[in-house]
């Protein structure tokens, strides 16, 4: 067909397709595959550094592996071209800064705020000697790392029960700060 082609209503030219769908299977023992459920969304990084979006339909509990089954509906014209490919799973993203688990130091939450008894994380900042004490919100956790973001200013006063002076007083953690490992409050 040409552009402006006028299409008689009893002829078919073609057909348009807008729910291709693809899948991969694979065969996974880690812990986060032996933890994913029929429906979590993951990327796949492929061999060329592309990430396309993918989630878990299918699942098959094997003698210690799972099959599973990721179906991907879009970026499957990088995919056409292989028969069997070769790609990394990134089971969750989150951006922050890295801070080891031994810089942090945990207070009960405040009586009376929304998170009254969960823990409050703080690292301690030592810049030009003064040192801060620093409210910081962890996003990820592992046993030896944390990846950690500064609190906006309405999650402090709503959650953690701060008043607007309290937080006035607050700094907040940048890159490049130095923070201190195994601190004494």
């Known amino acids: ?6 299409v ?15 899948y991969i299977v694979t065969s996974l ?9 029929i429906g979590d969304t993951v990327k796949l990084r492929l061999s060329n550094s ?15 592996t799972r099959l599973i089954t990721f179906k991907i509906t879009a970026g499957l014209d990088l995919l056409a071209n292989y028969r069997k490919i ?6 969750w993203r989150y ?14 939450a405040k009586e009376g705020s929304s998170e009254e008894g969960n823990k409050l994380y703080f ?12 409210p910081v919100k962890v996003l990820k956790q592992n046993s030896s790392y944390s990846i950690i973001t500064n609190y906006e200013s309405t999650e402090l006063k709503e959650k953690w ?13 940048v890159l490049y700060d130095e923070i201190m490992v195994y601190p004494k409050t």
């Open 8 to 22: 008689a209503s009893s002829g078919e030219s073609g057909k348009v397709i807008n729910n291709f769908e693809g």
């Open 95 to 108: 951006s922050g800064l890295k801070v080891p688990n031994t810089a942090l130091v945990s207070e009960t």
């Open 161 to 173: 029960g701060y008043t607007d002076s309290e937080i006035k007083e607050l700094k907040s953690i």
């Open 29 to 37: 023992n880690s812990e986060k595959a032996n933890k994913t459920q």
């Open 50 to 64: 592309e990430e396309i979006s993918a989630e878990v339909v299918y699942i098959i509990e094997e003698e210690n």
């Open 1 to 6: 067909m040409k552009t402006g082609e006028i």
């Open 86 to 91: 070769t790609f990394d799973i990134i089971w």
């Open 123 to 134: 690292v301690i900042r030592n810049r030009a000697g003064y040192t801060d004490k620093i």
